[in-house]
């Protein structure tokens, strides 16, 4: 099973930035890592997640604001996030595909979730 240890988020002014981290440990083998984020009263969404190979997927609501990039030496991804807006405001959630090596499966794990506040 995947344990995913997220870091970095915080309080920020409009317009601030913030990145974000996530480590991904346990014998697996990583397929695709990225980030959900979820505001009070919505729906969990994705933000941006990454391949192995590198490929990415943003969001509309961050393209070109946010970065998400990884470090598969590492099992670990990140996430820059510039020109925040207040409603960028949320619970943020690590995720991970992987092959877990000892089931032989491929499952989805769960970051315990970090809190970005974007004052105005």
């Known amino acids: 099973q995947v344990q995913l240890v997220e870091s970095g988020g915080g309080l920020v002014q409009a317009g601030g930035s913030l990145r974000l981290s996530c480590a991904a440990s346990?014998?697996?083998?990583?397929?695709?890592m990225g980030w959900y984020r979820q505001a009070p009263g919505k729906r969990r969404e994705l933000v941006a997640s990454i391949t192995t190979s590198g490929t990415t997927n943003y969001a509309d609501s961050v393209k070109g604001r946010f970065t998400i990039s990884n470090d598969n030496a590492k099992n670990t991804v990140y996430l820059q996030m510039n020109s925040l807006k207040p409603e960028d405001t949320a619970v943020y959630y690590c995720n991970a595909d992987y092959l877990d090596h000892h089931r032989l499966v491929y499952l989805e794990g769960w970051g315990q979730g970090t809190l970005v506040t974007v004052s105005s």
């Open positions: 346990g014998s697996i083998s990583i397929d695709a």
